[in-house]
Every structure is written in structure tokens, then in C-alpha cells.
């Protein structure tokens, strides 16, 4: 190895190489850094682990659900109770049980785990030093972490949903879908409504990431940025529930999680849906821009 | 071209504490310089200004003629570094964690990047533990994939912080031949040691701090000449040779038992010899003593544990 007499050129590879605008190309090495932040992500244990336990949730609950719960009318009011009512009747209500009883902490503690390690975690491994001075591009690495973040709701979110699907398929009768409101929609239409339902929810799981990565630039203490975020939902969905507390309600980060029910209507609650991925919308674009301030102008002490 | 400059560069940490006082950085192209101070003294907080991981409170610095940390992400695919000590994901392969790091740089060609870790791991010798997880490698091991870690491209300049911490002689000598080699290569080598003693032989120019001030900077002869000579007689009359000496001007001056010495400034030798001759002090033994670079080194950054600020 010797030292290039034009440093821009890569290292010469064997054979012809005229293909340094490949390697040049920033969208290309952004896609790189990506997949291997997915490799690392998903190709961890620990992560993999949480990947399995969205797996299993929705498979007991169902188990459960069918030997338990032969008279769902006395269901009692928490999280998705409408949802048990129709469950005996179409094994795609199973989803929308799933997802909402795994909203209020288990899909939330999965981001947390990632979000919270983002950052936070490769300042406590000392990588994050070395990434910067590759140079990875402080702007760059902090938008691969979130597209890694929201990648992993997403993938955990979908696997509760098929996995939903499949075990309602499995345990109770598939048909035509009754809505919420008491229209009844073809099987098809009930699929694409839980492909809608299963979007909302990551994208829900989205601005509790960028919640999350903002947090995790604060400290190098991965686990504590984990318990923070998860504090943090436990503490909003808390107040959510305080009725003297309404009037601050919709502006708490989980508010809107639960309106998922508003796909499951004739005709669609746009209004409430909208507000929904507004509030996500917003706190996405506040955390996403504090994380960025501090990141991009903070010392890097690890 | 320098490879490495700076203007007042300072570091105050928020608590107020001047880490990095104003050093004026100067780094030849192709040199090998070591960057001395005990530890404390700011040489990694000045690295890491360097390398753009923190921002400095005032002052200027370039690394191959581009400023940084504004200029960061255009320069510092040319630099390989190392920085307060090897750091990888303790649950990748020594190849993957390599891979991790090769994926962050867009300017690395992903075609070649298998042979580029081959022959990067070839180089510090751990070819054969490639495929074994980090958090299996021993302390030298670990030293030397950060190593190899900064070889992964061609670069032009190479920055290692501390190289030798925590290594044994054996791997002390090996870190110091991989040195040898880079530099014979033409790349810029830029060493920080609080051991002066570990880079002495492959040095080429050395920068020594102390309580975040550059105290010297230059070629390693040049700090040689700085060593102010003495002149030390074995006489059995000391007192009379410590007059002898104050006649012709000569400070400093000690008397021991059977030996005196004063600082030799601009007199010369034979005149001192002479004169004691003549004053009819018995001379045993004239000599005239240079310090020796650890001396030197010592009298710049004081002793151990005098920790100031």
C-alpha cells in the first residue's frame, strides 16, 4: 500500500476499475451505510430477540382469547374492547387486538430499545468516534439511525399484524368483514384496512422513534436513553387517562395511537386519522430537529 | 504542504478548564511526529479537535491543508486515526467490524473492500483471528484490528493516539515497525505517547505539551541542541573550582565532594580547563555533559504526578 498521488481515487481494485462515480455517488453510499446499519440492527441478537417476542404476543393472546373468552360481551372497557366483540365472528379482529393491547407498552419498548441504542449505544462503545472521523458525516449517520429506527418499528409492527392474521385464520372463522360502525366489507377491503391500521400504527412507532433518537443523543448511557423513552410513554399514556387533565390530552405524544379504530369505520374518520398523523408528523419533525442540533454541534467525548 | 497546522487553537471544557492553550501546530509533509505529554497534558483533546469530534473554543487548525472541523468531511477520508484507544461492537467479527466502518466512508469503492480488509488485517497480523468476535480479542489484538482500521484506504496521513497503551514490549516493537512502515511508505505519521522513550527511534520531529501548551515543537536534533550543556570537574578542591567558574562568568554553579559543575553557556571548554589549571585547582577528570533526551524531555513536561490543572 502506498500513498495515492491523487487521494479523491479509491484504492485501484483488481481488473479495470473506471467505476470510482459508483462508489461517488451519494445517494449509493448513503444506501451502504444503511444497509449495513440494517445489518446491524437486525443482525443483532438482542433485537432479535424483541423481533421474536412481537411474534409471540399475538399468538398467545389469540390462544387465549379462544379458549378463554367463549362470551366476549362482558369484555369490559379497556384498550380494542370493541375489537373483542367481533373477534369470534372473523379471525382478522385478531390484529387489531393484538396491536392495540402490544401499543400500550410492548411496541413501544422495542423502538425504545433501538432508538434508545442509536446513538446513545455507540457512544458508549466508543464507535461513535470512529464513525465520525471515517468521516460518516454527523447529518448523514444521525438520518441513517432514524431510517434504521423506523425500519425496525415498521418490521415489528407488520410482524404482529401478519402474525395476527395468520393466528386469527388459524383459530377463528375468516370472512367478510364487519366494520366498527356496523357496515359489513369484503374480505379483501378488511385486508387492505389492516394494511392501513398496520401503517398508521409504524407510523405512530416513527415519531416515537425520532422521540427516541433525540434522546439517545444526550448520553452514552444506551440504557438509560431506553428507560427514559420508556418512561416517557408510560408517563403520557398516564395523563392521557387523568380526565382533568383532558384539555392537554391531544397533544401528548401516545394520544392518537389508539385511533387506529377510525380505518375500521363506514365512512373512514378521516378527520381523527389526520389529526393522528399530524401529531406524529409534528413531533418527528420537533425531536428529529433537536436531535440534529445537538448532534451535529456537540463534542464528541466517548 | 504541512500535513498538520494549526493557529491558537485553544480547548476550554464548559467547567472552564483550558485543556488546549493556544498551540500553534506544524507538521511537515512526510514526517513522523511525535506528540509528547504526560497524560492530561491535552494531546488527545488537541486530536480530537483535529479530527473534527470536538469543536474548538478559538483558534484555526487544517489537516492537509483543508480547515477543520468545517472541512471535515472532505479531508478526513485521507486520514486514518486512532483515538484514545481501540473501539469496535464487542459482538462483530474482526472482518465485520471492519466492514462496519469501511460501509460509513462514501468514498470507499464496495467492490474492493474485501481485499482492502484482507490486506489491512494482513498488515498488523490478524488475518487468522478475522472471523473471531471482538469481544474475544485480546488487549494487543484489539490495538492492532484500530490499527489496521485506519489502514483501510491509502491514506496520507495517519494519526495514532497512544498506539502503545496497554501493550506489551513485544507488542510496543511491533506497533513501532508498523510506524516505520507507514512512514517509509510517504504517509504523514503523527504519534502521541506519553513515553517519550517509545517514539525516540522513530521520530522525526516531535511536539511536546504541557497543561495544554505547546512547550516545544520541532526536528528531534533541534530539541537535542536545546539540552544545555555543563562542564563538570572531578577535583578534590570544589569550592576552589566553583570560584574559578564564577570568575569567568559561568552560572549555575554546584559543588559536590569531589566534583563541581556550572552551565557552560558560551564559554569554551578549553578556556575553563585552562583557567582551572592555572588557579591551581587539581583536575582529575574535565568533562562536558549533554543532557540526555529523557532529561530534556522531563525538564519540559516536569515530573511525574505533578498533575497542574
Not at chain 2, 483550558?18 to 497524560?39: C, E, K, Q, S, T
Not at chain 2, 591551581?280 to 533526551?293: C, D, E, W, Y
Request: glycine share 10%; hydrophobic share 50%.
Amino acid at each position: 500500500m502506498s500513498t495515492a498521488e491523487a487521494p479523491a481515487l479509491p484504492a485501484p481494485g483488481p481488473g479495470p476499475a473506471p467505476a470510482a462515480p459508483a462508489a461517488r455517488n451519494p445517494a449509493r453510499a448513503w444506501l451502504r451505510l444503511f444497509g449495513a446499519e440494517l445489518r446491524l440492527v437486525f443482525g443483532r441478537r438482542r433485537n432479535q430477540l424483541l423481533l421474536a417476542v412481537t411474534v409471540v404476543f399475538p399468538v398467545v393472546i389469540g390462544i387465549a382469547l379462544r379458549v378463554a373468552a367463549p362470551h366476549p360481551q362482558g369484555g369490559g372497557n379497556g384498550p380494542g374492547a370493541a375489537f373483542f366483540n367481533q373477534l369470534a365472528g372473523n379471525g382478522v379482529f385478531l390484529t387489531f387486538i393484538a396491536l392495540s393491547t402490544l401499543l400500550i407498552l410492548v411496541l413501544p419498548v422495542v423502538v425504545a430499545v433501538v432508538a434508545g441504542d442509536s446513538v446513545a449505544g455507540e457512544a458508549g462503545y466508543g464507535t461513535l468516534r470512529y464513525l465520525l472521523a471515517v468521516p460518516a458525516g454527523r447529518t448523514r449517520l444521525l438520518a441513517v439511525k432514524f431510517a434504521a429506527i423506523v425500519m425496525f418499528g415498521l418490521a415489528a409492527t407488520v410482524i404482529v399484524s401478519a402474525v395476527s392474521l395468520a393466528t386469527g385464520a388459524a383459530l377463528f372463522p375468516v370472512g367478510p368483514v364487519t366494520l366498527l360502525s356496523g357496515a359489513t366489507v369484503p374480505l379483501a377491503e378488511g385486508l387492505l384496512r389492516v394494511l392501513f391500521v398496520t401503517l398508521y400504527v409504524a407510523a405512530a412507532m416513527a415519531a416515537l422513534g425520532a422521540i427516541g433518537l433525540a434522546i439517545s443523543t444526550l448520553t452514552e448511557h444506551a440504557i438509560g436513553a431506553i428507560a427514559a423513552i420508556a418512561i416517557l410513554v408510560v408517563t403520557s399514556e398516564v395523563v392521557d387517562q387523568v380526565p382533568q387533565l383532558a384539555a392537554i390530552g391531544p397533544y401528548l405524544p401516545t394520544h392518537w395511537w389508539l385511533s387506529f379504530d377510525s380505518i375500521l369505520r363506514a365512512p373512514v374518520d378521516t378527520s381523527t386519522l389526520l389529526k393522528g398523523l399530524l401529531s406524529f408528523g409534528v413531533y418527528a419533525v420537533l425531536f428529529g430537529s433537536f436531535a440534529w442540533a445537538r448532534f451535529t454541534s456537540a463534542d464528541v467525548t466517548s | 504542504m504541512t500535513a498538520i497546522s494549526s493557529t491558537g487553537l485553544t480547548k476550554r471544557f464548559r467547567g472552564g478548564q483550558l485543556a488546549v492553550d493556544h498551540i500553534d501546530l506544524l507538521v511537515p509533509n512526510g514526517a513522523v511526529y511525535g506528540f509528547l505529554g504526560p497524560n492530561g497534558s491535552g494531546k488527545t483533546t488537541t486530536i480530537r479537535m483535529l479530527l473534527g469530534l470536538a469543536f474548538p473554543t478559538s483558534g484555526q487548525a487544517e489537516l492537509l491543508g483543508v480547515p477543520v472541523p468545517a472541512g471535515a468531511n472532505r479531508v478526513l477520508h485521507r486520514v486514518g486515526s486512532l483515538v484514545e484507544g481501540p473501539a469496535f461492537y464487542p459482538f462483530l467479527s474482526g472482518r465485520d467490524n471492519l466492514a462496519r466502518y469501511d460501509a460509513a466512508d462514501r468514498t470507499a469503492d464496495p467492490r474492493t473492500m474485501p481485499d482492502r480488509i484482507s490486506e489491512a488485517l494482513e498488515r498488523v497480523g490478524l488475518l487468522p483471528a478475522a472471523g473471531k468476535r471482538y469481544r474475544h480479542y485480546s488487549l494487543g489484538m484489539k490495538q492492532r484490528l484500530a490499527i489496521a482500521a485506519s489502514l483501510l484506504r491509502p491514506r496520507e496521513l495517519i494519526i495514532l493516539d497512544e498506539p502503545t497503551n496497554g501493550l506489551d514490549p513485544q507488542g510496543t516493537r511491533e506497533v513501532r515497525a508498523l510506524v516505520r512502515q507507514i512512514a517509509a511508505d510517504g504517509t504523514t505519521v503523527f504519534v502521541s505517547s506519553h513515553l517519550l522513550a517509545e517514539v525516540e527511534q522513530v521520530c522525526t520531529h516531535v511536539g511536546v505539551m504541557r497543561t495544554g501548551r505547546l512547550v516545544f515543537q520541532g526536528p528531534l536534533p533541534e530539541l537535542r541542541r536545546t539540552g544545555a550543556a555543563r562542564v563538570v570537574v572531578q577535583t578534590a578542591d570544589a569550592d576552589g573550582a566553583v570560584k574559578v567558574f564564577a570568575t569567568l562568568g559561568l552560572t549555575d554553579t554546584q559543588a559536590g565532594p569531589d566534583e563541581a559543575s556550572a552551565l557552560l553557556g558560551d564559554a569554551e571548554p578549553e578556556h575553563v580547563c585552562a583557567e582551572l589549571v592555572h588557579a591551581g585547582i587539581g583536575v582529575r577528570g574535565f568533562s562536558v555533559a549533554s543532557p540526555s533526551l529523557e532529561d530534556l524531555f522531563v525538564g519540559l513536561t516536569g515530573e511525574g504526578f505533578d498533575v497542574d490543572g
